[in-house]
C-alpha cells in the first residue's frame, strides 16, 4: 500500500463516524471483492483458495451476493459445488472429510488490518494525526488493542487516555439514556444520547454500524 495515500485515507477517515481502520478495510475489502467479480473471476490462485474454503463465509457471501453479478457468481459456484460433491465422495468411501482453507477474503481483510494498524502505530507520532484522532470517534475495541500493543510509550499514554475521553462521555450518554426511559423522566425530551447505545455497539463490535433513525425511544 502506498504509504501517501495510507496516511490521507487515515485522515480522511477520523472525520468520519465509527472506527477508522475498520472503515478503511471495509472499503478496500470491497474494492477487492469487485475486483475479483469484474476482472479475475478465473484466476486460477483465486478459484482454488475459494474450492478449498467451499465458498466465502457467511460475511463474504453477503457481499458476493451484493456486488457480484450472477453470471460471475454462477461461474465461481458451479466449481465450488463440484468439488463439494467430491468431498462427500471421499467422506462416503473412506470417512476423510474437512475443510482445507479458510475464506480467502477473511484472510485478505486480516492482512489488510495489520498493514493499516502498522501505518498508523507510525504516522500517530504526527501531530496532524494527532489532532484528527482526538476529533474523531477512535478506534473500535479490537483495533484500540491492536494499537496500544504496537506503540511506544508516549503515544500508548496519549492514545489511551484520548481513548478513555471517549469512552467514559459515551458511558456518561449512556447512563443519561438509561434514565430518560425511567418512567419518572420519561417527559424530558432524548438529546443526542438517543443513539449511544448503536455509537457502544460500534465502538465494541467496531465493523461499520449505521441504523439511521434508529433509537431505543423509537
Ligand atoms: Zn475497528
Ligand atoms: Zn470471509
Given amino acids: 500500500m502506498d504509504k501517501n495515500l495510507s496516511y490521507y485515507d487515515q485522515l480522511e477517515a477520523f472525520r468520519q463516524p465509527g472506527c477508522s481502520i475498520c472503515r478503511l478495510v471495509e472499503r478496500h475489502s470491497r474494492e477487492y471483492l469487485e475486483t475479483i467479480f469484474y476482472e479475475s473471476v478465473n484466476d486460477p490462485e483465486i478459484r482454488l483458495q475459494l474450492r478449498n474454503a467451499f465458498g466465502f463465509c457467511a460475511a463474504h457471501a453477503m457481499k458476493a451476493a451484493e456486488i457480484g453479478s450472477p453470471l460471475a457468481i454462477a461461474l465461481i459456484y458451479e466449481d465450488i459445488l463440484n468439488a463439494l460433491d467430491q468431498e462427500i465422495g471421499r467422506a462416503i468411501r473412506n470417512g ?85 426511559n425511567d418512567y419518572r423522566f420519561a417527559k424530558e425530551t432524548i438529546g443526542e444520547e438517543g443513539d449511544s447505545w448503536l455509537r457502544a455497539l460500534r465502538k465494541t463490535a467496531g465493523h461499520f454500524i449505521e441504523r439511521k433513525g434508529k433509537s431505543l425511544t423509537g
Fill in 96 to 180: 476423510r472429510v474437512g475443510m482445507k482453507g479458510k475464506c480467502p477474503f477473511c484472510e485478505q481483510e486480516h492482512q489488510m488490518e495489520i498493514r493499516l494498524t502498522r501505518a498508523l502505530a507510525a504516522s500517530i507520532e504526527e501531530e496532524a494525526m494527532q489532532t484528527a484522532f482526538k476529533s474523531s470517534e477512535g478506534l473500535c475495541a479490537r483495533h484500540l488493542i491492536k494499537l496500544l500493543s504496537a506503540t511506544s510509550p508516549d503515544i500508548r499514554q496519549f492514545v489511551g487516555e484520548s481513548e478513555r475521553g471517549k469512552i467514559r462521555a459515551l458511558r456518561a450518554e449512556l447512563k443519561e439514556l438509561i434514565r430518560k
